[in-house]
Structures are given as C-alpha cells and as structure tokens.
C-alpha cells in the first residue's frame, strides 16, 4: 500500500450501540407473582383466562409433537391473598361439593323409588293373599 492509494470504501455509519436491558428492566417485564403462592400473578379475570389459554395452547402443541407437558391448569381463580387471578390444576372443590351432593341427591331419590316399589309389591302380594 502507497501513500497515493486511495479509500473508496464507504465508511459505515457507526453501529449504535443498543442498550442492553438491566435485569430490573427485564424483570418488570414478566408478570408478577403472588408473595404468598409464589404464582404468576395476573391482574383481573381476562388476564387470567388469556394466560390459561395460552398454556393451554402450549401443552396440545408439544403434546402433538409426541412430548408431554406437565401444565394441567384447568381453570382460573382469585386469590385471597393478593386479590390477583391465578391458574389452577386442581378442580374447584365447591363444585365438586355441589357434585357429590346432586349425586347424594339422586342416589336417596332412587333408594326412594325402589323403597316404594317394594312396598307397592309387597302391599299388592298381601292384597292378593
Ligand atoms: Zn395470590
């Protein structure tokens, strides 16, 4: 190279240097989680039930894929701790409740049933005797 070389290359413009996020940054970012269930934290019912459908998602999309997925949240409540909205694999026991007594319910109302058969058989045997 001689000092009559000229440089034609075009100078780049200088690579502005982009800000690396801060860990604090990044931390705002994600949702927060509830100080006394240690769960993702989420602001009302909607929130909620878009973050469930998204884990949702998730878990039929690996399972596809022929892998499985240990999220088994199935429904989404409120917290009394934090009043946010978290999810849950567990059923809703209430519901539950008001199950088994429904079932309780119908079970007595058959015993009911087959109770007065019984006795209607029985009553019409002695009629006939
Ligand atoms: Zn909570």
Same mark, same amino acid.
């Given at each position: 190279m001689t000092s009559t070389d000229i440089n034609l290359t075009i100078p780049l413009?200088?690579?502005?240097?982009?800000?690396? $996020?801060?860990a604090?940054?990044?931390?705002?970012h994600r949702l927060p989680t509830c100080p006394t269930t240690g769960?993702? $934290?989420?602001?009302?019912h909607d929130q909620a039930r878009d973050g469930l459908g998204s884990t949702t998602e998730r878990r039929l999309r690996?399972?596809?894929e022929g892998f499985?997925? $240990?999220? $088994?949240e199935i429904r989404t409540y409120k917290c009394s701790?934090?009043?946010g909205w978290h999810s849950t694999s567990q059923p809703d026991l209430r519901l539950v409740h008001d199950q088994s007594r429904r079932e309780e319910q119908e079970l007595i109302q058959q015993r009911r049933e087959t109770g007065a058969a019984i006795a209607a058989r029985i009553f019409a045997a002695g009629a006939r005797a």
């Open positions: 413009p200088p690579k502005v240097a982009r800000r690396r $996020r801060s604090e940054t990044i931390r705002k769960k993702i $934290r989420y602001r009302d690996v399972e596809s499985t997925s $240990r999220r $088994r701790f934090c009043a």
